[in-house]
């Protein structure tokens, strides 16, 4: 299929209008002209093309009537309006309706070139902005956080319920369990999901410089403030501010903070006017912050603003039953990434960090998944490659590891469970594109299939 652009014109004059459409075909772009503005109408169809060039002054159907029925038809259109007739008011009801530009008679060629490209540019960054924004919703949708524990899907549960809610939420858990994925996923399944999601450590930041990095700082307010500065607040308002590590607050910005959540406003440095902004605050930690309130070191009515609805992460080795999943999920990106085919971890390997503790969670599993595909030549993981990067379980007299044997099983069990569902489910219920993806064949899917109870409602 071509790439060229798809561009309409409409125009009674017909000497104008096939010189405007030999300018573009000359300029190697799809063009087609319409001398009756009411069959360029009829003949339009939303997706079959790019821009619209229309006069405003013609019979039966002018260029005003036009631009409205082809945006009900497709909204996204660029549309440049042609006159003779140019007023002010004119201009303003073409532009209330949706035209994108206006083009005034007589132009020159480059002229017509120059308002088509300029069109058809900021078009193009419209749609960009629309998948990248389409992509980053997709990426923090529920179904895209790995796993399939019973803790896990317990989380994910409670998240679901409570995205919605426009209420402050504590995420608890220890670091490198995903505090910050799940807050984005609150984010992006919210009522805010179409503004800004921005996010600081508070633990990264001296005093100082965290102050005026959350709330800001107007023009002299301290040596080197040259001019007003927007703080995280103000730049995240109508969308989401993620707190991470939000025990490290010190006690003026956490006083600051407190009026906020109570206002839904506060002071830039050195402003005396206060700010008010609509900003839903997430926040994380993996301190007890309870003790901390205790000891003195965290304001009680802040840690009750802040824990209006907590959320738990378990650590990696309380769900076991993710790490297969987790692992065929990093070995994949990291197949993406280098072009390279690893098929996952050997049953050796895989015992070994079914075993292993992960006392740094998801980011350490993940850390030596890179790791091992950097130096595996294999093609699977290999314990003599895995046990470079993580202690092994230990061996009893016969040679068996430490492993528990069910332990293994079920974990297995449930990742080839979950990875059916979803080959089956990306390929629409097709056996046999599901076999072809997996390097399977289709008796083994079927024999899969029949072995999990999988049922055709688990995947449609």
């Known amino acids: 299929m071509s790439d060229k652009k798809r561009i309409m014109v409409i125009d009674n004059e017909e000497g104008l209008c096939r010189m405007m459409e030999a300018v573009l075909l000359d300029n190697g772009y799809r063009t087609k002209s319409y001398l009756r503005s009411f069959e360029a109408v009829e003949e339009f169809e939303a997706g079959q093309w790019d821009l619209v060039v229309t ?17 009900v038809k497709d909204p996204a259109i660029p549309v440049i309006m042609v006159t003779a007739y140019a007023t002010v008011e004119m201009s303003i009801q073409a532009l209330r309706r949706g035209a ?24 193009q960054l419209i749609v960009e902005n629309r998948e990248l924004r389409e992509e980053l919703v997709g990426k923090f949708r529920f179904d895209n956080i790995i796993g399939a524990s019973d803790s896990l899907k317990a989380v994910l549960e409670r998240v679901e319920k409570i995205a919605i809610r426009d209420t402050s939420v504590l995420i608890t858990g220890e670091s490198g369990t995903g505090k910050e994925l799940i807050a984005q996923a609150i984010h992006y399944n919210s009522l805010r999901k179409e503004n800004k999601f921005m996010a600081i ?55 600051t903070l407190l009026r ?25 930690t993996n301190s007890d912050l309870k003790q901390a309130v205790k000891n003195g070191g965290f304001r009680e009515d802040l840690y009750y603003r802040l824990n209006v609805v907590n959320i738990h992460l378990p650590p990696l080795r309380e769900r076991k039953a993710d790490i297969p999943l987790l692992a065929t999920h990093f070995i994949a990106l990291q197949n993406k990434k280098f072009d390279t085919s690893i098929k996952g971890l050997s049953p050796e390997a895989m015992e070994a960090v079914l075993s292993y503790d992960w006392l740094g969670n998801i980011r350490q599993l993940k850390n030596v998944i890179e790791a091992c595909l950097a130096m595996e030549t294999d093609e699977y993981i290999g314990l003599p490659i895995i046990s470079q990067f993580i202690e092994l379980p230990s061996t009893h007299e016969n ?23 979803g080959l089956l489910r990306k390929n629409c219920g097709n056996i046999e594109a599901a076999a072809r993806e997996a390097g399977m064949n289709m008796a083994t899917i079927y024999r899969k299939i029949k072995k999990y109870n999988i049922k055709k409602e688990d995947y449609s």
Do not use: W
Request: hydrophobic share 35%; net charge negative.
């Open 55 to 71: 006069d405003i002054k013609m019979p039966v159907m002018d260029g005003l009537e036009v631009l409205q029925r082809l945006k």
């Open 100 to 123: 994108y530009d206006m083009l005034t008679k007589p132009f020159e060629p480059e002229e017509l070139l120059y308002r088509v490209k300029n069109a058809l540019k900021h078009n």
């Open 260 to 284: 906020f959540l109570q206002e839904q406003e506060f002071h830039r440095i050195g402003d005396t006017t206060p700010t008010k902004v609509d900003v839903r605050i997430l926040s994380a």
């Open 201 to 255: 450590n508070c633990g990264a930041l001296p005093e100082s410089l965290l102050e005026s990095e959350l709330f800001g700082y107007k023009k002299g307010a301290f040596t080197g403030a040259k001019e007003n500065r927007q703080g995280l607040l103000e730049a995240a308002d109508g969308g989401t501010l993620f707190l991470d590590e939000v025990g490290n607050l010190p006690m003026n910005v956490q006083k």
């Open 399 to 421: 040679g068996q590891t430490s492993l528990d044997e069910g332990e293994y099983n079920r974990a297995l069990s449930r990742f080839e469970t979950d990875y059916l569902k």
